[in-house]
Each structure stands twice: as structure tokens, then as C-alpha cells.
Nanobody, 116 residues
Framework: QVQLVESGGGLVQPGGSLRLSCAVS????????LGWYRQAPGKQREVVAVITPDGDTNYVDSARARFTISRHMSKSTLYLQMNSLKPEDTAFYYC??????????WGQGTQVTVSS
């Protein structure tokens, strides 16, 4: 059974930092592109950052230079380090895994709220 379990969300003040984690089980970790998506109220879900099986990374422009996606292969865990958080980063953040052949899986999400 495939499971993606996010943690690390919460309430943080503008300018603060959070690190999201996503524990992945039931798949061969290195065969998947892994990503973080977010969805704010009333908006469509958008990709935030992706890391490919080869380790290449890509970010949405609004997150570039503030967020860092990484993975720990032996722990099968994906991370998103978020620095210099802004109120517009407030959203539900989801972990996503997509196999090179197309199968994909989602986590249940974790709430990030940036507010003073």
C-alpha cells in the first residue's frame, strides 16, 4: 500500500521558516519524481517544487530562492525547506509522487499559515 504522509506544517510569522516532510512508503523511492504542491482557498492547486529521479530540481518562480526541495533516499523522505515565508504562501501543501511510467500518488496535505 502506497502512503505519503506529510508533516511540519503550522502557523508562522512573515519572514519565518518551516520545513515540511513527506514520508513515502510502498514504492521504490528512486523511481519517482517527487513534488510539493499547494492549494490556497479559492485557488487551483499549483506545483511549488519538483525533484526528479536524477535529482534535478525545479521551482515555481514565487518559491525560487526561498524554498529548497530535497530528499533523503535511505529514509524515503521528501522535504521542503521554506524560508522568508510570506502571507501569500499560506495554503494546504501536498506531497506528490509520480512514477516514470505515469502512476501518481498524493498525500493528505498539511496546512501552512503565514500570519502575524
Amino acid at each position: 500500500q502506497v502512503q505519503l504522509v506529510e508533516s511540519g506544517g503550522g502557523l508562522v510569522q512573515p519572514g519565518g521558516s518551516l520545513r515540511l516532510s513527506c514520508a513515502v512508503s510502498g514504492v521504490i523511492f528512486g523511481h519517482y519524481s517527487l513534488g510539493w504542491y499547494r492549494q490556497a482557498p479559492g485557488k487551483q492547486r499549483e506545483v511549488v517544487a519538483v525533484i526528479t529521479p536524477d535529482g534535478d530540481t525545479n521551482y515555481v518562480d514565487s518559491a525560487r530562492a526561498r524554498f529548497t526541495i530535497s530528499r533523503h533516499m535511505s529514509k524515503s523522505t521528501l522535504y521542503l525547506q521554506m524560508n522568508s515565508l510570506k502571507p501569500e504562501d499560506t495554503a494546504f501543501y501536498y506531497c506528490h509522487a509520480q512514477h516514470i511510467l505515469g502512476r501518481e500518488y498524493w498525500g493528505q496535505g498539511t496546512q501552512v499559515t503565514v500570519s502575524s
